[in-house]
């Protein structure tokens, strides 16, 4: 959470971290803040998002070589003007930006007001910068020295950028447990949280490790030691320049951009996976380690959110058609446990970003056990990529949304290719069944297309809804996931309460809270389970509920027990929860919408949870 964009060089740096700001806002959309070298440091920041401030300094001074800025997600302190970042020291020296959590603030802050230091802020962050200048001050050190030893005695999480306006020349910047990435090109460096903001200015860049530091110089040139004060020689890596079409084009928000961006994002997914002319699924991550995926004694998925939700589909898959034993677990949770982890275990850690701090955390746990681990991530170069054994991208492009579309279908995608290789690496599925179904996988873009075309009836069905206040989703087996999915979707853009139940564990608790204001998402659409699904409905109206089903076409469902039949396109029942997963995208951004919510930026949300 939060977004850190940096310049030091020749150029003027404020349009440059205006731009990265913009990118980089879904990370924290609760205020913005800018400060900027020229001489004198200037310093404006303000509640709200970047555009915003962008007007609040739109008559102010900008030009400056050197420029820091930060997009905020409120961890201390409430979203205001005075605890946006950039936060500076007492004398005014120095300024700094933080992404992260200093969990012994409050000892530190006493500490500083017994030396005379007062705060401006509730923030943390100010608490660090205050602390530095305490040290500085207090030993006459240079700032990188003064930055080192400060952070020798911080307890938490952290990627900052620091700079002191009496050595105008540099800029300090540290990290640990929070991406910071240096992007180098001649005579100049861009700072950034993550690498697509400045992959457009160079393709050159270092991933900072934790309990790295640097003083980055305006002629380009760095120095890069850790906090026992070592020289660190880094290894700069090449990324591709980031094009992404960041226009809205003919859509009202990222996410139903995003939402109809699936055909092609799911294509980009499996086709380089999928040989067509040989009927097979190449994943050079399991090929190349085909004992390790053939001997496995199980595999542990674990991930949060939407992405705990595909590892649960990912679950029924496997199981069924690799014969492995999987688990799968929140991130949040599995570190705080004393899970049992082989070495001839698989764990699989499922992101959007990368950067999830609780499944880096669950992730670096599988590693000290020595399992093999496998990241299955969209973007390039990031934390969790770097510290997997193998890495699969998703390849779906940069998703701006904060509720998640998609990057799950294509999770969802993977996953079925994953569980067919390993399948067929075993033996566990039969020849004529396997190459049944990998045609169906490339046939999945079209599906999901016409999928789409039930955009207009989830509007109706949401103008009939969006005034709820609570809402069911039910499935069976793989469609299970989906309905939790379907519920977290609503909870997190519209604000309705939503839950999601395995259909049959109806009757155990939640059938309670069905009456005539209770609209019920029943997704049905695996024909294995469609008579229990069936039961289900019937009682659900016997309750006067309001049934929404979801159903595979040429499947006979009983209408006169429904208020709302949305049928998808046929595929293979293993494919199915990918289609099925759509209407309910569309329904929750059509309810938000006529709810008056912010779709892209929904309150208290961020896209990347990089703190805990």
Same mark, same amino acid.
């Given at each position: 959470m939060c977004g850190i964009m940096g310049y030091i060089g020749r150029k003027d740096g404020y349009p440059i971290v205006i731009d990265g700001l913009k990118k980089l806002e879904y990370r924290g959309y609760d205020s913005a803040g800018v400060a900027i070298m020229n001489g004198t440091l200037s310093l404006y920041k303000k509640q709200g998002k970047v555009n915003q401030l962008e007007q609040y300094v739109h008559t102010q001074k900008t030009n400056g070589n050197i420029a820091l800025g930060h997009t905020r997600w409120a961890t201390h302190g409430i979203p205001n003007d005075a605890n946006a970042h950039p936060h500076r020291s007492q004398s005014g020296r120095i300024v700094m930006v933080h992404n992260g959590i200093i969990e012994n603030y409050a000892a530190l802050k006493s500490f500083l007001t017994t030396k005379g230091y007062s705060f401006q802020s509730d923030t943390d962050s100010e608490v660090l910068v205050q602390y530095i200048e305490w040290y500085q001050s207090t030993y006459q050190l240079k700032i990188g020295e003064a930055v080192r030893r400060a952070l020798g005695d911080i307890e938490g999480s952290y990627a900052i950028v620091v700079l002191d306006s009496m050595n105008p020349e540099s800029?300090?910047?540290?990290?640990?447990?929070?991406?910071?990435?240096?992007?180098? *090109?001649?005579?100049?460096?861009?700072?950034?949280?993550?690498?697509? =903001?400045?992959?457009?200015?160079?393709?050159?860049?270092?991933?900072?490790?934790?309990?790295?530091?640097?003083?980055?110089?305006?002629?380009?040139?760095?120095?890069?030691?850790?906090? %026992?004060?070592?020289?660190?020689?880094? %290894?700069? @890596?090449?990324?591709?320049?980031?094009?992404?079409?960041?226009?809205?084009?003919?859509?009202?928000?990222? +996410?139903?951009?995003?939402?109809?961006?699936?055909?092609? $994002?799911?294509?980009?997914?499996?086709?380089?996976?999928?040989?067509?002319?040989?009927?097979?699924?190449?994943?050079?991550?399991i090929d190349n380690h085909k004992r390790i995926f053939s001997q496995a004694g199980k595999i542990i998925i674990v991930g949060c959110g939407t992405s705990w939700h595909a590892g649960l589909i990912g679950e029924y898959l496997i199981e069924s058609l690799a014969d492995i034993s999987v688990e799968v677990e929140y991130a949040s949770e599995f570190r705080y446990r004393s899970p049992i982890i082989?070495? *001839?275990?698989?764990?699989?850690?499922?992101?959007?970003?990368?950067?999830?701090?609780? @499944?880096?955390?669950?992730?670096?746990?599988?590693?000290?056990?020595?399992?093999? @681990?496998?990241?299955?991530? *969209?973007?390039?170069?990031?934390?969790?990529?770097?510290?997997?054994?193998?890495?699969?991208?998703?390849?779906?492009?940069?998703?701006? !949304?904060?509720?998640? @579309?998609?990057?799950?279908?294509?999770?969802?995608?993977?996953?079925? +290719?994953?569980?067919?290789?390993?399948?067929?690496?075993?033996?566990?599925?039969?020849? *004529?069944?396997?190459?049944?179904?990998? =045609?169906?996988?490339?046939?999945?873009?079209?599906?999901?297309?016409?999928?789409?075309?039930?955009?207009?009836?989830?509007?109706?069905?949401? +103008?009939?809804?969006?005034?709820?206040?609570?809402?069911?989703?039910?499935?069976?087996?793989?469609?299970?996931?989906?309905?939790? %999915? !379907?519920?977290?979707?609503?909870?997190?853009? $519209?604000?309705?309460?939503?839950?999601?139940?395995?259909?049959?564990? +109806?009757?155990?608790?939640?059938?309670a809270l069905i009456d005539e204001n209770m609209p019920v998402f029943v997704i049905a659409t695996n024909s294995s389970a469609l008579s229990k699904m069936i039961s289900n409905v019937q009682e659900i109206k016997s309750r006067k509920g309001q049934v929404i089903v979801f159903k595979e076409e040429g499947q006979e469902f009983p209408e006169e027990i429904t208020d709302h039949m949305v049928s998808i396109p046929k595929t293979h029942e293993l494919l199915s929860p990918i289609l099925a997963s759509i209407p309910l995208q569309l329904f929750a951004y059509h309810a938000a919408k006529l709810r008056g919510c912010n779709v892209d930026q929904p309150r208290n949300l961020a896209k990347s949870v990089t703190v805990e």
């Open positions: 800029v300090i910047v540290a990290k640990q447990d929070n991406p910071l990435v240096l992007g180098l *090109n001649e005579d100049e460096i861009y700072i950034a949280s993550d690498a697509n =903001p400045i992959s457009t200015y160079t393709q050159e860049v270092i991933f900072l490790q934790d309990g790295e530091c640097a003083e980055l110089f305006d002629d380009g040139t760095y120095h890069i030691y850790d906090l %026992e004060n070592e020289n660190v020689i880094p %290894e700069i @890596t090449t990324v591709k320049c980031c094009d992404e079409n960041y226009s809205l084009e003919e859509y009202d928000s990222y +996410m139903l951009k995003e939402i109809f961006q699936q055909p092609q $994002s799911v294509e980009a997914c499996i086709s380089p996976r999928v040989d067509v002319l040989q009927n097979e699924i190449l994943i050079p991550e082989r070495e *001839n275990d698989i764990v699989i850690a499922i992101s959007q970003s990368g950067e999830t701090a609780d @499944t880096l955390a669950a992730l670096k746990l599988a590693n000290e056990k020595g399992a093999f @681990t496998y990241a299955l991530v *969209n973007t390039e170069g990031s934390t969790i990529a770097r510290h997997s054994d193998v890495v699969s991208y998703l390849n779906v492009g940069v998703e701006i !949304g904060v509720a998640s @579309t998609k990057a799950f279908t294509a999770q969802v995608s993977l996953l079925t +290719m994953i569980a067919l290789k390993i399948a067929r690496i075993k033996g566990t599925i039969k020849y *004529n069944e396997y190459k049944s179904i990998v =045609p169906q996988l490339s046939d999945l873009p079209g599906l999901i297309a016409q999928t789409l075309k039930s955009n207009d009836l989830m509007l109706e069905v949401a +103008m009939s809804h969006f005034e709820k206040d609570h809402a069911l989703f039910l499935g069976r087996g793989p469609n299970f996931p989906v309905a939790l %999915e !379907g519920a977290l979707k609503l909870k997190e853009i $519209s604000y309705i309460h939503a839950e999601g139940y395995p259909a049959a564990e +109806m009757k155990h608790g939640p059938i």
